[in-house]
């Protein structure tokens, strides 16, 4: 399979799935009062970018698109953005999102071949969830001055099911994906690669 | 201008198991070249190799004696490709910006990349656009930006994908009105036949082979013979 | 272009160098987290009200930075207030509003390019470890151009889930927006290549 450079084609995918997770902050935005964060499709963003650019692009677009983000872009979900999104409250998620990506990226390329479309959702749970919260939530209780962890888990618990709708929607994708259309997903190409070149 | 002398011998691609070229001889010298073929016959990857995109599974493409294999790089500087789709070829955020942005290795300063820059939008009629969003133009638009991208560099040899599969009669019709005054040499991949008026050859692939070559008028009969 | 938080003025914030308020931000708000006494979140304040009224972008705009941290703050405030007093809840409030409105105040007194290109020097002494500034420049601005064509994409997607009755369906529009999407990346990296995005 030699057609473009493999570089340029890296690159591509990371700028188009960063706008991608900026797109979706777009529609579907449904603010749940009370708390500072919304929820969006974001997250889902997030987690296909993990998903389908693996362990090495996709912390590159997720970081790509906290990147105009910072610059003031007003990208996240609500139109909201700049700076003060990272040293606010709910900054760690932003944090959590780009090491999450990674660590679903990782975890989807390294998928024993046992092991299906249940791998993709623990992969989710892990990166897109565990994760991030694991980020997010002592980053917010630092930020709110020594509020208890206790506290600020429940000031984000009301997240947990819409992330968890989410990484079932994930899944589903990207099992589609991964059965009815193999080379919409690049990591699929990695490891076929990988596997031609040991062969070859 | 000096034609170039495109090479192709005894190419062949395959995609795995899927055949899609196999076995093209041909010399290409002509200023105005046009492919023809079916979906799927080929024409599409037969042009990517003539500036490296693609390479060959099997012969060599060279380009003025350089091998795409080797040279690759040297070949895109002289080789311009312009693809269908704009918007996948725009790839900075405003019209003067992406025109720029093929002119980031030429060793201008700022004010003669400006200049240059400039030159080209006027003309091709998109002088008044130069700062504004390249999401904000129209089609046809978009399309004359992709070209003015490729075309500021001065290439020698200008690819084009179905330049006008996208666009509208009325943007087409001025997309082959460009193509025809350019003093390059133009090779273009269409459906539009009557893009292909006033070429001095054309080629016909079908599954993979050439079916056809030569004058235009002999070339799309018997394109012509293949689609009844 | 994508319309940042930017506004345009001449006022003394405005004409310091991104660089310049990038660092005394990082310094103030370091120093903020780590004496996060009443006198330091205090004097904070102080300093966040005169910055703005110097910076001329407006109460109301700094306020409308601030409006998405109200429900958390309250929340935060009352919690403090159960738990450590009245004291200690004003600390944090103030804390959470100083960090959020100083980071805000950057963002709203530089251009977006400005803290782009900022960014893109910084990453200059990190060329050693393989990181290429220009290909980030390439990458950030590449993703400023999809954001119109992906959100075009995805109305189209919108459209033919609607015309086919599945208007509610998360899937059918998640699914082909995905292979929509990887299959531009795949033109874009093919556009790039041609342009000698990857010749040396």
């Not at chain 1, 989410?166 to 009815?180: E, F, H, P, S, Y």
């Not at chain 1, 193999?182 to 062969?199: E, F, L, N």
């Not at chain 2, 133009?186 to 054309?202: M, Q, S």
């Not at chain 3, 059918?172 to 040396?200: K, Q, S, Y």
Request: charged letters at 15%; glycine letters at 10%.
């Amino acid at each position: 399979m030699r057609r473009t450079p493999l570089a340029t084609h890296d690159l591509a995918l990371v700028a188009v799935f960063a706008a991608l997770v900026a797109v979706l902050g777009a529609p579907g935005y449904i603010s749940v009062s009370g708390l500072s964060a919304p929820i969006t499709l974001q997250t889902l963003g997030v987690m296909l970018t993990g998903s389908v650019l693996g362990a090495r692009r996709a912390p590159l677009a997720v970081l790509t698109f906290l990147a105009l983000v910072a610059a003031g872009l007003p990208l996240l979900a609500g139109g909201r953005g700049g700076l003060s999104m990272f040293t606010g409250p709910t900054g760690g998620f932003l944090v959590g999102w780009l090491v999450g990506a990674a660590v679903i990226g990782w975890l989807v390329e390294h998928r024993p071949s046992r092991f299906g479309l249940g791998w993709v959702a623990l992969a989710n749970l892990v990166g897109g969830i565990a994760v991030v919260y694991a980020f997010g939530v002592p980053w917010m209780s630092w930020a709110a001055t020594d509020l208890s962890l206790s506290a600020a888990w429940a000031a984000s618990i009301v997240y947990l099911p819409g992330d968890l709708i989410k990484v079932a929607v994930t899944t589903v994708i990207a099992g589609g994906l991964l059965r009815g259309y193999p080379t919409a997903m690049p990591v699929q190409h990695r490891v076929r690669r990988d596997r031609d070149s040991v062969a070859g | 201008m000096r034609m170039t002398t495109i090479r192709l011998d005894g190419v062949g691609h395959s995609y795995g198991e899927r055949v899609v070229l196999r076995d093209v001889d041909l010399t290409l010298t002509e200023t105005r070249i046009g492919l023809v073929g079916a979906n799927g016959s080929g024409k599409s990857t037969l042009a990517r190799m003539i500036n490296g995109l693609v390479l060959p599974t099997a012969g060599r493409v060279v380009v003025d004696g350089l091998d795409t294999r080797e040279q690759g790089a040297r070949i895109r500087r002289r080789v311009g490709f312009v693809f269908t789709d704009p918007d996948a070829q725009i790839v900075m955020p405003t019209v003067a910006e992406d025109v720029a942005f093929s002119l980031r290795r030429s060793g201008l300063n700022a004010r003669e990349k400006r200049e240059r820059v400039m030159a080209a939008l006027d003309r091709f009629g998109l002088a008044g656009h130069a700062d504004h969003p390249a999401h904000l133009l129209s089609g046809g638009q978009k399309q004359l930006l992709a070209l003015t991208s490729v075309l500021v560099t001065e290439p020698q040899v200008l690819v084009c994908d179905e330049p006008t599969t996208l666009l509208d009669a009325r943007n087409a019709r001025s997309v082959a009105r460009l193509l025809a005054g350019l003093e390059q040499q133009v090779i273009v991949v269409t459906h539009h036949l009557d893009l292909l008026a006033g070429f001095d050859r054309v080629v016909v692939l079908e599954d993979g082979l050439v079916v056809a070559d030569g004058p235009v008028s002999e070339s799309l009969a018997a394109y012509r013979a293949l689609l009844d | 272009m994508l319309l940042g938080l930017y506004v345009p003025g001449n006022s003394p914030l405005h004409r310091r160098r991104a660089g310049t308020k990038l660092a005394v931000l990082g310094v103030l708000l370091g120093v903020m987290g780590v004496f996060r006494t009443a006198e330091v979140v205090t004097g904070g304040f102080v300093a966040l009200t005169a910055l703005t009224l110097l910076s001329g972008v407006g109460l109301r705009t700094m306020l409308a930075q601030l409006r998405p941290l109200l429900w958390f703050a309250v929340f935060v405030g009352a919690f403090q207030i159960w738990l450590s007093g009245p004291r200690q809840a004003a600390l944090a409030v103030g804390f959470l509003l100083v960090s959020v409105g100083l980071a805000a105040l950057v963002t709203l007194t530089t251009r977006t390019q400005e803290l782009l290109d900022c960014m893109v020097s910084g990453l200059r002494p990190l060329r050693r470890l393989g990181v290429d500034p220009e290909r980030a420049a390439l990458t950030m601005s590449l993703t400023i151009r999809s954001i119109p064509v992906l959100l075009e994409l995805s109305q189209d997607v919108q459209q033919a889930r609607r015309a086919r009755g599945a208007e509610r369906s998360l899937r059918a529009f998640a699914v082909p927006l995905l292979i929509r999407t990887v299959r531009h990346a795949d033109r874009v990296g093919e556009a790039l290549a041609a342009r000698g995005v990857d010749d040396p």
